[in-house]
């Protein structure tokens, strides 16, 4: 991932506010999304129940933990977040608004 992208992606994930669409607080919005991390964590992938907005404030929490305490590469901090992008990114009712960036190799033809 270059840098260029990953900021694009922070920039992306910071736009859809899960503390005014999903809950109220980082403590709340982590309980809400609890059930897709454990299921993260027991199965390697995100469930396929999960729906666009949660997704979305999945990857918000994510760049918002990022922002107050990562230390380097949000990739590497949180190696669920290229598989939460590509949820999304399958999701058939996200729309185009929903949708993270693409990285610039991938635009090449």
């Known amino acids: 991932m ?3 992208h990953e900021q694009a992606i922070i920039e992306w994930a910071h736009r859809y506010n899960g503390y005014e669409r999903i809950a109220r607080s980082p403590e709340q919005l982590s309980l809400v999304l609890r059930p897709l991390e454990d299921a993260w964590e027991r199965d390697g992938a995100v469930p396929d129940w999960a729906g666009v907005d949660l997704l979305r404030a999945w990857a918000f929490l994510i760049a918002r933990e990022h922002r ?3 230390y380097g590469s ?3 901090e949180y190696p669920v977040l290229p598989a939460v992008l590509d949820a999304i990114r399958n999701n058939g009712a996200a729309t185009s608004a929903d949708l993270p ?3 610039e190799e991938d635009t090449a033809d």
């Open 68 to 70: 107050f305490g990562g």
């Open 74 to 76: 949000i990739f590497r």
């Open 2 to 4: 270059n840098y260029g």
């Open 101 to 103: 960036p693409v990285p």
